[in-house]
């Protein structure tokens, strides 16, 4: 009997009669509990993901014009630096002895000017404002600008800058409104430019700055490293670099280590050039938890319907003896619950890639709203977290059932 081919399934018809005698004792709410519960985790992964993916490039670009995941540490100042028993510059070995400590990865010490520095901003018709300043230098590698603009050549007499925005914001909310003089937008100080005069033992130099970028986090007007150390050589050539401030680039923003260490060294890190590494880390950690634990809603929705579905095979188990014995493959009597499976789950895939293109529409444009620049992300990624979700659960489903059906 089991080779005769109307016995082995009849073509459609015979596998329409094992569908039917299968299905017979499905529980529908068995079902609609899999379903909605496998498409919250899957909705839950891939919202997570994404919305990861679209924050990170707020937080990574910024306008702090510092790599991520950098703080700038100082010494505390107290009564001894200020009648002058202690110095508040940093020693080649109390640099060494950060660098090697084990939340820092690298050190780079501010590069401070040995000669004296004068800057002044004309905003036309005869108005315009100046004031002694200073100026340092960092290696480019930690200066998160454009490196195509953040360029010196010697004997060029224009240099790029990074000033901070609170000189700006001063400017425009405190000196201008009181002298009646107009305020000044990011751009417009851009192409107005700063001028400079740079005094020093061995001459004078004067010096046009144009601005590529303004800073929240460096209290600092910030120049290449390469002119730095041009115009130290050239101006004071007798001088010696005493930085007071470092630049620690950490393994991690929030680690307990490198706050211990500031706290029993005497030093204090300038709180904003952490923030962003730490609500990065923050989103991170809030990501993967999410994205965790609709993981692990996914994981107890399948369980639940490999559990739903043996229960159907141990009701079924003398009529798939049956079924086999009449000349019906494992394989065909298989098939009725990969059906039902692959079919739910395709379902639920369906629903959460709607799910993120309605939540992503709702985030998205806020997002753009703060960060008119930003580079959408793709959404392929996401898309094939979710594949990889889908066919991992449908394999492991294969398998399950066809090693129940041959028990």
Known sequence: MRNNPQCRGGGFAGLGLVFKLLYRHVSP????????????GLSIVVCGFQF?????????????FMKKQVAVVTRRVGALQTFGVQKANFSPRQIEDLRRQPFATDVAPFVPARFEVYASVHVGGGLGMGTEMFLEALPDPYVDADLSRWRYTEGVDSIPVILPRSYLNLYNFGFAQARGLPTLTEGMVGMVGVDFVLSGTAGQWRMKGHVVGFSNTL??????LSFMTYANQQLCPDGEDKPSRLAVQ?????????????????????????????????????????????????????YVLLLSI???????????????????????????????SLGLHTLS???????????????????????????????LPALLLLLLLFLSTALLNLFAVRAKVKA
């Open 29 to 40: 709410g068995q079902m609609l509990g899999f379903f909605l519960a496998n498409l919250l």
């Open 52 to 64: 990861w993916r679209d924050v990170s490039p707020l937080l990574s670009a910024g306008d702090s």
């Open 219 to 224: 209290n600092t007007i910030l120049v290449p």
């Open 250 to 302: 950490l393994a991690s923003p929030a680690d307990e280590r490198f706050a211990r260490y500031l706290e029993e060294n005497g030093l204090e890190a300038e709180a904003a050039a952490a923030d962003g590494g730490k609500a990065a880390w923050f989103l991170n950690l809030t990501a993967g938890i999410v994205m965790g634990v609709g993981i692990v809603i996914c994981a107890l929705a399948f």
């Open 310 to 340: 043996f229960l159907l095979l141990q009701k079924h188990t003398e009529r798939i003896r049956t079924l086999l014995l009449i000349g019906y493959t494992r394989a065909q009597v298989a098939l009725p619950f990969h059906v039902l």
């Open 349 to 379: 895939l369906l629903l959460s890639l709607l799910a993120l293109h309605l939540l992503r529409g709702y985030w998205l444009p806020t997002l753009q709203q703060l960060y008119p620049r930003m580079e959408v992300p793709s959404l």
